[in-house]
């Protein structure tokens, strides 16, 4: 099948394009954003950029959409509207942000585009009304067991971890003054000095490519997950798969994700400043609760069941139209 999407979030995108279709991406706008620019000269296989002309007169089977402002983007590039004249998915890859538990999803009671929900946690608090849903798990390629941690650190990957504050749980890395915490991502340099000065043992160790971060990462004994209300992210089963144990908030999907013997999982940050104590301390006992970590992992988010079920929702979607 031909799927027309949008490289919204990198991770998702690349295990998505892992998949037997073609996937198709517009061209990068006048900033450069957009289309397979991330990708520099080394696109996947299965990806194409496609101009609206192309669109026009060979019209996707499906088109993914993740963002609203997509459906009136279609409509004024290939002159066909999602739901009403081609087939279309939404992909929802948020919590709800206001009225919890009460949300009203923008497409609630949209009979023609379908709600895809990345966790259960989500389709359960985003209030859909008629809305067809259904839950895809994310899938997450395996990067193998690289874990060493030989480094007596705590990891902690968080994209803005100062812009998006409460959310992340950055709030909270002064628990854990006690500890080394190297953090990694997006704008996670500005991470130190938005902290107290008195709380100064956290490092922005770099924003990496994916491999070089997976080397890094493994090398950290624990890794720390404190996000309080975001979709289950990518890196936490990153961490899984590289096989490092894991100290986890209990919130959203957390506790589907993550069995306590992987390292600790609790909504009690005194019970989770212990564990790291512990697991720091205990290369050991570190190294045997990374396996049933990376286990979890892979027994839950392995590619095939994922890229199993995305295919299932795209011939269903594509099979409503015919």
């Given at each position: 099948?031909r799927i027309?999407?949008w ?11 892992a998949?037997?279709h073609e ?9 450069g954003r957009g289309?397979?620019a991330?990708y ?5 296989s ?6 609206a002309e ?7 089977d499906?088109v993914?959409?993740?963002?609203l ?5 279609c409509a004024?590039?290939l002159?066909?509207?999602p739901?009403s ?5 939404f ?13 009203r999803?923008?497409?609630a009671?949209?009979?023609?585009i379908?709600l895809?929900h990345?966790?259960?946690f989500n389709?359960?608090f985003?209030?859909?009304g008629?809305?067809h849903?259904?839950v895809?798990?994310?899938g997450?390629?395996d ?5 060493t941690g030989?480094?007596p650190r ?6 803005e971890?100062?812009?998006r504050w409460?959310?992340t749980?950055t709030?909270?890395?002064p628990h854990?003054a006690d500890?080394?915490v ?10 130190p ?7 100064q ?9 994916p491999?070089?971060?997976?080397d890094a990462l493994?090398?950290?004994r624990?890794?720390?997950h404190?996000n309080r209300w975001t ?9 899984m798969?590289?096989?490092l144990?894991?100290?986890v908030?209990?919130t959203?999907e957390s ?7 992987a390292g600790a ?7 989770l400043?212990?564990a790291a104590?512990?697991l ?6 570190a190294?045997?609760?990374g ?9 839950h ?7 199993h ?8 979607a594509?099979d409503?139209?015919?």
């Open positions: 099948m027309l999407m490289d919204v979030h990198g991770g998702y995108t690349d295990s998505l394009v998949g037997a996937y198709l991406f517009l061209p990068p706008d006048r900033s289309g397979l991330r520099g000269d080394l696109p996947p299965t990806a194409y950029e496609v101009s192309e669109l026009r007169d060979r019209p996707p499906v993914l959409l993740q963002r402002e997509e459906i009136e983007l004024e590039q002159g066909r509207r739901g004249d081609l087939p279309a998915i992909l929802e890859h948020n919590t709800p942000k206001t009225d919890v538990p009460s949300t999803h923008p497409l009671d949209e009979p023609q379908p895809v990345v966790t259960h389709e359960l985003w209030d859909c008629r809305t849903t259904r895809i798990e994310h997450v390629a990067p193998g067991l690289r874990y030989r480094l705590l990891a902690f990957v968080v994209n971890p100062v812009r409460r959310v749980g709030d909270l890395l854990f500890f080394d190297d953090a990694f991502g997006i704008d996670a340099d500005k991470l000095a938005a902290l107290d000065p008195s709380h043992r956290v490092c922005f160790a770099g924003n990496l490519h491999n070089a971060l997976y493994a090398e950290r624990v890794y720390l404190l979709s289950l992210g990518l890196s936490l089963i990153q961490a798969l590289l096989g144990p894991v100290i908030l209990d959203t506790s589907r994700a993550v069995p306590s013997a999982r609790s909504g009690d940050i005194n019970e400043v212990a104590r512990a720091l301390a205990d290369p050991h006992e190294q045997r609760r396996l049933i970590a990376r286990r979890a992992a892979l027994n988010y392995g590619l095939p069941r994922f890229l079920d995305w295919d299932l929702a795209f011939k269903e594509a409503v139209t015919r």
